[in-house]
């Protein structure tokens, strides 16, 4: 699946469930890995499974390949791998914590899909 697709597909699945301070990291030029990390906050262990889950169900519903999602047993940050596309789904606690947008720092955001799909708002 084309990479602004998934991107599309997976920032709709998270406003879907109420996702908060939804970030999209550009990470191609740091590791040969992922191009992308999307990073959301959710309220509770469960809205992040919520968020989680309907991330995974919209990928494979839209044809996507959901490689493998991890700590949706605790809930306090869960790990969608979409192969180009990583999404950390978080509590604000554990965000803080882990800040990842400090460790990828050097990513500029690609906020171009988000800020247009608020402008349509």
Request: net charge negative; hydrophobic share 40%; aromatic share 4%.
């Amino acid at each position: 699946m084309e990479l602004r697709k998934l991107q599309k597909i997976v920032i709709a699945a998270l406003e879907d469930i109420k996702g908060r301070e939804i970030e999209v990291l550009e990470t191609a030029h740091l590791t040969p890995l992922f191009e992308r990390i999307v990073i959301a906050c959710g309220e509770s262990n469960r809205q992040v499974r919520a968020l989680a889950r309907n991330v995974a169900d919209k990928v494979r519903e839209a044809g996507g390949e959901v490689l493998s999602v991890e700590g949706e047993e605790n809930g306090e940050w869960v790990l969608i791998d979409l192969g180009d596309l990583v999404v950390h789904v978080m509590q604000p606690e554990a965000r803080r914590y882990y800040n990842l947008e400090e460790l990828w720092r050097d990513a500029p955001a690609s906020s171009d899909l988000l800020l247009r799909r608020r402008s349509q708002s």
